[in-house]
């Protein structure tokens, strides 16, 4: 690119960015309603007392919530489909700005049966737990991506796991373990109610807790509209971030 291009391609840049701030300022929608997206965990351990506490401060604002996988978050928020998003992973895109703002950790779920309760007295049952029938979550989850990240820092890859079924309803995932067909490596926050009723058994990921980062995403603040901002901000408070 010439100098010329390169000095009319940041005026082009520009006035697309104002061109973006007038529609979200000018909107009646985007002034009493935000676009939240969110996926499964932090849509459970994030979300509800997030929105509980700013409706506290600004029950003027109405909320627009979607659920979907942490991949399709992100790509929401890209593309503003999604004011803001929480997300159980993050990623290389240069749009997003990611702000970590809790800690999840994962754990090794199993059906509560004798066979399965004979590892709780082995001191290290992990190397066997991963060669038993395995429940894997569908490919755009955060879970899934910390799992490979796991997988990885452990020397292992995918396929020397005996995979048996890929599902996007976690949900229905963590019904399938309850009922003996295999295990998976989930949220804690997610099936620990379920192993204090006694229907799964929780094995950590090894000696020490694995613990995966959870994430507000969001675009560029040019991009964003005030309301979005000010509710970034109150999150930035609620989570004592800076």
Same mark, same amino acid.
């Given at each position: 690119?010439? #100098?010329? !291009?390169?000095?009319?391609? *940041? ?15 000018? /909107? ?13 965990? #932090? /849509?459970?351990? +994030?979300? &509800? ?8 401060? %600004? &029950?003027?604002?109405? @909320? ?24 159980? $992973? ?8 990611? +702000? #970590? ?8 779920? %199993? ?10 007295? *082995? =001191? ?8 038993? &029938? ?8 955060? %879970?899934?991506?910390? %799992? ?8 292992? /890859? ?19 373990? $309850?009922?003996?067909? !295999?295990?998976?490596? +989930? ?10 009723? !006694?229907?799964?058994? +929780?094995? #950590?990921?090894? =000696? ?10 969001? &675009? ?10 000010? @509710? ?9 971030? !800076?």
């Amino acid at each position: 690119m010439t #100098p010329a !291009g390169q000095t009319l391609y *940041q005026y082009a840049a520009e006035i697309l960015d104002l061109r973006h701030k007038a529609i979200l300022e000018l /909107s009646n929608e985007q002034k009493t309603m935000l676009h939240i997206g969110v996926s499964s965990v #932090p /849509s459970l351990y +994030l979300l &509800p007392e997030l929105l509980a506490a700013y409706h506290e401060k %600004t &029950p003027e604002i109405r @909320f627009r919530t979607s659920c979907s996988d942490s991949l399709d978050v992100i790509n929401k928020v890209a593309d503003s489909t999604c004011d803001i998003g929480l997300v159980g $992973t993050k990623t290389a895109e240069t749009n997003c700005e990611f +702000l #970590p703002v809790a800690s999840d950790e994962l754990v090794i779920a %199993t059906p509560n049966t004798p066979h399965f309760r004979a590892y709780q007295g *082995q =001191q290290d049952p992990l190397t066997a737990l991963l060669r038993e &029938p395995f429940l894997l979550r569908e490919d755009n989850s955060g %879970t899934k991506q910390e %799992t490979l990240y796991f997988l990885q820092n452990h020397g292992l /890859s995918l396929d020397e796991l005996n995979v048996i079924a890929v599902m996007d309803d976690a949900a229905a995932l963590k019904r399938c373990i $309850t009922l003996g067909m !295999g295990i998976s490596i +989930l949220s804690r926050a997610t099936v620990q109610t379920d192993a204090q009723q !006694g229907r799964l058994l +929780l094995f #950590p990921l090894g =000696q020490s807790a694995f613990l995966r980062r959870l994430y507000i995403v969001y &675009p560029s603040i040019r991009h964003m509209s005030e309301q979005a901002i000010h @509710f970034l901000d109150f999150i930035k408070r609620y989570y004592r971030i !800076g």
